[in-house]
């Protein structure tokens, strides 16, 4: 999926890459009083890896900066863009850190960065310097269900997700590919919420929920709806509607 968002003189062209990453990141403090914040057109979950191509030179250094000092920075929803070159954007206040895993220096001046989010976090002030938004941000907790109860709602997401696959290969909307999905179900959950084609407000409102029962139930009707709405175009005969269909 490629994404584009605003920056101070231009913009980011950004992929999320759907699978999750296994590795922790390191743990970090409950609040953090200066992280820089990137505006995307896309929801990052925890555990979930991202890449990008940074084409700004002013995000190039933020980057850079973070990547020397093994300090994440954040990932936060838009809004709604204003003047692309003089103002930052309206942004939603609940947001995901990025660990950067490898940076790469590309042709033309372009870097390319494969990252992992971390934690959620509520952005509780900001402030832009030199172009670039800063945010004192509290980190938000995952309220984790008992565990048989979440080993439940994990069991009962899985057949969904690979149902949904299933049709999107029998459309020719993805290619035929070996589905390895996490058995962790938290991790199943933070992946299952990335690769689903729904608007980036109902991710956003998946991201927002802290309770992770209410998660599961919510993203499991999400599934139960993308699947009926598939089954009954396929059904149809509609392949050529599915194929105007991009996906998250």
């Known amino acids: 999926m490629n994404e584009r968002s605003w920056s101070k003189g231009g913009w980011w062209q950004a992929t999320i890459r759907r699978r999750v990453y296994w590795k922790k990141v390191s ?14 057109e896309s929801v ?22 973070c990547q020397q000092a093994q300090e994440p920075f954040g990932v936060v929803l838009i809004r709604r863009a204003r003047n692309r070159r003089k103002s930052p954007p309206r942004m939603h206040d609940i947001g995901c850190t990025a660990q950067i895993k490898s940076l790469q220096s590309l042709p033309g001046g372009r870097q390319k960065l494969i990252g992992v989010g971390g934690n959620r976090f509520h952005i509780r002030s900001l402030r832009t310097t030199e172009g670039l938004i ?8 995952f309220d984790v269900s008992e565990g048989e109860e979440l ?6 997401l899985r057949p ?6 299933q049709i999107l290969i029998q459309s020719g909307q993805q290619r035929q590919v070996n589905l390895h999905l996490p058995k962790d179900p938290v991790s199943l959950g933070f992946l299952a919420a990335t690769v689903i084609d729904i608007p980036t407000r109902e991710k956003q409102h ?3 929920t802290c309770d992770s029962s209410l998660f599961f ?5 999400a599934y139960r709806r ?11 005969g509609l392949d050529h509607v599915l194929d105007s269909f991009p996906l998250n």
């Open 206 to 208: 998946l991201l927002t």
């Open 226 to 236: 993308e699947v009926d709405v598939l089954q009954t175009l396929l059904a149809r």
């Open 217 to 221: 139930r919510t993203l499991i009707l």
């Open 44 to 65: 990052l979950f925890p555990r979930v890896a991202i890449r990008l191509h940074v084409l700004e030179p002013a995000y190039q250094a933020m980057v850079a900066r």
């Open 151 to 156: 080993q439940s709602l994990g069991a009962r």
């Open 27 to 40: 743990a970090i403090p409950e609040i953090i009083d200066s992280l820089p914040i990137l505006p995307l």
């Open 160 to 165: 969904w997700v690979r149902e949904y696959f």
């Open 134 to 141: 800063r945010a004192q941000v509290e980190l938000i907790d």
